[in-house]
C-alpha cells in the first residue's frame, strides 16, 4: 500500500511512495506528531538523480525490518533537496559540523523541536569500511532518546545556537582590477594544467569560474588576459572532449570521478547543462575573437541545446530537472552509466569492422575497458574525424537501449539560467528556433509555477508545488526574463523581470543582506544565506547578474545601486576564494575591464545584421536592444528617445553615460565594440 508520498509533484518523493517506511513530507502535520509522540524526526534527503539514494533506499527504507524500527522510533520525514534547498541547506550544514563531511543522500535525526543532533550520509546495510549498519544507527539514536532525552534536547539546541553564531557571511569589499586579477592568479594556483580544470577527484564542471575567466580574457591582450584564456578554453575542450560530454547525444554530467573528466557520475542536471550552455556560447565567441577555431564549440552547443530540447523538454513546455545516472543494463540489473557506456565487439556488431575500427580510434575505446565489466566510456579524440553517419548510427542503436528515468520536475531558477542560456545561444548562431523553445520555457513558469499570484520552486505536470520560491528562483528566472528581453525585444518580459527583483529586494533584503528564503517563509532553525557559489550560482550572485542586466537595459540608478550592494557583499569572498565568486567576478570586469560592458540599442524596420553583430562581438555583461522608433514606454531603456539615421537600422553603442556616434554599418559597429 503506497504511504503519503503517492500524490507529490516530487519524482523523487514518489519513488519512496511503496516504502514500508511510513514517510510524511516535511509540514507542519509531520512536525506537529513528533511533538505529540514526543519522539526523534528521522529526517532523509536526496533528489531522484542520486545514485547512492536510490542503493539506501533499496537495502534500507524498502526492507520491512527496517520500516518497523524507523517507523516505532522516530517520525520519518523525506525531502527532495532540489524542491526545499533551504531545509536541505540548514540540515547539510549541521551534518558538516557534526561529521565533517556532506552529501546525499543526507540522513539527520531532529528533537521534536526541529534541532539536530545526529548526522550522516549513506549507511549500508551491514557494517562495512568502518560504517555502522543503518540498524545499529537507528537503535543507537533511539535509545539515547530514551535514556537521555534531556542531554540530547540540551546538546541539539546548543548545536542549533553554534551554527547560527557561525553563519556569518564573508566581510564586504571591493572588486576593482587588482581585485580581479588577484583572482585570475588564485585560480591558476589551484588549476590542473595535465588535466584542465580545478582541483584533482572528483573533478566538477566550473561553470561561474569559467564565465569568468573568459570575461577577463576578452578584455584585452596582455598576461593575465591570455593566462585567463589559457585556462578558460584548456578547461572547455577537455571537458569537451571527456566522458563528462555525451559524445553521442550531447549534454553534460554533474561531474567526473576522476581528474581527467573521463569516467563521469553520468546523471545529467538542468542547471549544469543550462550554466554550461551559456559559457561554451560566450567561449565561441572568445575564440573567434582571437582568430581560434571555433568548431568545437559550436558543436557542444549544438548538441547541448538538442539534447535539451528532445530529452528534457516536459509536455507543458518547461525543462526537467535531471536524468538519472542508473539504468537497466543488458542483464536486467540496474547499473550505473549502463544506457552510455559500450564495448568494442558492440561497435563493431553496430558499424561492421571499417567503421567500428574508425569510431575506436575518434572514441578512444581500447583493448583495456575505463570502466565497469569490460565496458568504456565514450572520449573524443580531437584529431581523428568522426563521420555524422558513424555518431548517428550508434545514437540510433543506443536509444533501443532502457533509458534512465527522467526527473520531470519544473524548477524556476533552473529554467530561468536554461531560458537565458538558450536565447543566449539563438541570438549568437541565428537560431530563431531555440528562442522559439525559451519562450516557452518561461510562458510555463509563469502558467505553471504560480499559485494565486505568489511564485513557487517546482512544479510538475502543470501543478505547482506547495513549496515556495526561494532567492535563487526569482532572481534565476529573472535574469532568463531579462535575457529574453533582449533578444525577441518584447518588453513584457522586461517588466516581468523588474517586477520579480522589486519582490526579491522587498522580501529577501534586510540590512545584513540578501537571504536565501523570505523574511515571512517557514522559520526552521537557521535562516540559510550562503554568499559563494558552489555548482550553481548563489542566489547573491545570481541577483547581482539579474539585477545589474536589468539596470543596463533601464538606466535606472536605484539597480545600479542594488547591483552595487550585491556585489559589494562578495568583495573578500572573491578574493579569498575566487571559485566561489565567479559571477561577481564576471561583473566586476564588465565595469573595470579595458572593454566595459556597453548598451547597444538598435532601431529600424531591418536590425538583423547589426543585432547580430552586437550578439557575437560586445564585451562581457553587455545588453542589447532591438526595436522600432515608438511612442514612449511603460519602462524607459535603451530605446528610448533615439530614432534611425537617415530611414537605415542604426546602432547606439553607449558605456554607462558615454556614448559613441550612432552607426549603420556593420564594420563601424564592429569597430565601436572593439574600442576600451
Not at 366 to 372: R, S
Not at 447 to 467: E, F, K, P, Q, W
Not at 527 to 556: K, Q
Not at 639 to 666: F, H, I, K, M, N
Amino acid at each position: 500500500m503506497a504511504n503519503r508520498l503517492a500524490n507529490t509533484t516530487s519524482p523523487y518523493l514518489r519513488q519512496h511512495a511503496d516504502n514500508p517506511v511510513d514517510w510524511h513530507e516535511w509540514g507542519p502535520e509531520a512536525l506537529a506528531e513528533a511533538r505529540e509522540r514526543d519522539v526523534p524526526i528521522f529526517l532523509s534527503v536526496g533528489y531522484a538523480a542520486c545514485h547512492w539514494c536510490h542503493v539506501m533506499a533499496h537495502e534500507s527504507f524498502e526492507d520491512p525490518v527496517v520500516a518497523e524500527l524507523v517507523n516505532r522510533t522516530s517520525v520519518p520525514i523525506k525531502v527532495d533537496r532540489e524542491e526545499r534547498p533551504d531545509i536541505d541547506t540548514v540540515h547539510m550544514s549541521a551534518t558538516i559540523a557534526l561529521t565533517g563531511q556532506g552529501g546525499w543522500p543526507m540522513s539527520v535525526w531532529l528533537t521534536p523541536e526541529g534541532h539536530p543532533f545526529h548526522a550522516g550520509t549513506y549507511f549500508p546495510p551491514e557494517p562495512r569500511h568502518g560504517m555502522p549498519s543503518f540498524t545499529d544507527v537507528v537503535t543507537a539514536v533511539a535509545q539515547a532518546w530514551q535514556d537521555r532525552r534531556d542531554e540530547v534536547r540540551t546538546g541539539a539546541s546548543d548545536i542549533a545556537a553554534e551554527l547560527a553564531a557561525r553563519t556569518v557571511p564573508p566581510a564586504p569589499g571591493d572588486i576593482g582590477p587588482a581585485e580581479i586579477d588577484q583572482a585570475v592568479l588564485g585560480l591558476a594556483a589551484s588549476y590542473d594544467a595535465a588535466h584542465p580544470g580545478f582541483g584533482t577527484m572528483p573533478k566538477f564542471p566550473p561553470s561561474m569560474v569559467l564565465d569568468f575567466l573568459v570575461a577577463r580574457a576578452s578584455q584585452a591582450d596582455g598576461i593575465v588576459a591570455d593566462q585567463a584564456w589559457r585556462m578558460a578554453r584548456d578547461t572547455c575542450l577537455a571537458m569537451a572532449n571527456g566522458g563528462l560530454f555525451d559524445q553521442l547525444g550531447g549534454g553534460f554530467a554533474r561531474y567526473s570521478v576522476d581528474r581527467a573528466w573521463l569516467v563521469p557520475h553520468f546523471e545529467k542536471m538542468l542547471y549544469d547543462n543550462a550554466l554550461l550552455l551559456s559559457v561554451y556560447g560566450k567561449a565561441w565567441s572568445e575564440a573567434r575573437r582571437r582568430g581560434e577555431d571555433t568548431s568545437r564549440y559550436s558543436q557542444v552547443i549544438a548538441m547541448t541545446v538538442d539534447w535539451v530540447v528532445t530529452h528534457l523538454t516536459t509536455s507543458q513546455n518547461g525543462f526537467a530537472s535531471s536524468f538519472d545516472a542508473d539504468s537497466v543494463d543488458k542483464h536486467g540489473e540496474h547499473r550505473e552509466g549502463a544506457f552510455y557506456v559500450w564495448t568494442p565487439d558492440e561497435l563493431e556488431a553496430a558499424l561492421g569492422p571499417d567503421d567500428a575500427a574508425t569510431a575506436r580510434e575518434a572514441f578512444g575505446l581500447t583493448d583495456t575497458p575505463n570502466f565497469e565489466d569490460g565496458t568504456s566510456v565514450l572520449q573524443r579524440n580531437p584529431d581523428v574525424e568522426l563521420p555524422d553517419e558513424i555518431r548517428q548510427t550508434l545514437l540510433d542503436i543506443r536509444a533501443r537501449r532502457h533509458s534512465p528515468s527522467c526527473d520531470d520536475k519544473v524548477v524556476t531558477a533552473w529554467n530561468g539560467w536554461m531560458i537565458a542560456a538558450l536565447a543566449e545561444t539563438a541570438m549568437q548562431a541565428g537560431r530563431d528556433d531555440w528562442l522559439t523553445h525559451a519562450v516557452s520555457a518561461a510562458e510555463c513558469v509563469l502558467r505553471d509555477n504560480v499559485i494565486d499570484g505568489a511564485l513557487m520552486r517546482t512544479s510538475r505536470a502543470g501543478t505547482a508545488s506547495s513549496a515556495p520560491a526561494v532567492a535563487e528562483d526569482f532572481a534565476g528566472f529573472a535574469h532568463g526574463c531579462a535575457v529574453l528581453a533582449q533578444a525577441t525585444g518584447d518588453l513584457v518580459w522586461l517588466t516581468r523581470a523588474i517586477d520579480l527583483l522589486d519582490e526579491l529586494h522587498t522580501r529577501f533584503v534586510d540590512e545584513a543582506g540578501l537571504h536565501d528564503t523570505a523574511a515571512d517563509a517557514e522559520e526552521l532553525f537557521l535562516r540559510p544565506r550562503e554568499i559563494a557559489e558552489n555548482a550553481t550560482p548563489s542566489a547573491t550572485t545570481a541577483a547581482l547578474r539579474a539585477t545589474r542586466m536589468v539596470h543596463r537595459l533601464t538606466g535606472d540608478d536605484r539597480w545600479r545601486q542594488r547591483a552595487d550592494a550585491l556585489q559589494h557583499s562578495c568583495g573578500e569572498l572573491a578574493v579569498r576564494a575566487p571559485r566561489g565568486a565567479g559571477w561577481a567576478l564576471s561583473d566586476a570586469v564588465s565595469i573595470h575591464g579595458a572593454r566595459p560592458a556597453t548598451e547597444i540599442a538598435v532601431l529600424g524596420a531591418d536590425p538583423g545584421e547589426l543585432l547580430a553583430t552586437a550578439w557575437t562581438q560586445a564585451p562581457a555583461g553587455s545588453v542589447f536592444l532591438a526595436g522600432q522608433e515608438t511612442e514612449p514606454t511603460a519602462v524607459p531603456t535603451i530605446l528610448s528617445g533615439r530614432t534611425t539615421q537617415d530611414g537605415v537600422a542604426t546602432a547606439y553603442v553607449c558605456r554607462g553615460e558615454t556614448c559613441l556616434a550612432p552607426v549603420t554599418t556593420v564594420a563601424a559597429l564592429s569597430e565601436a565594440l572593439s574600442l576600451g
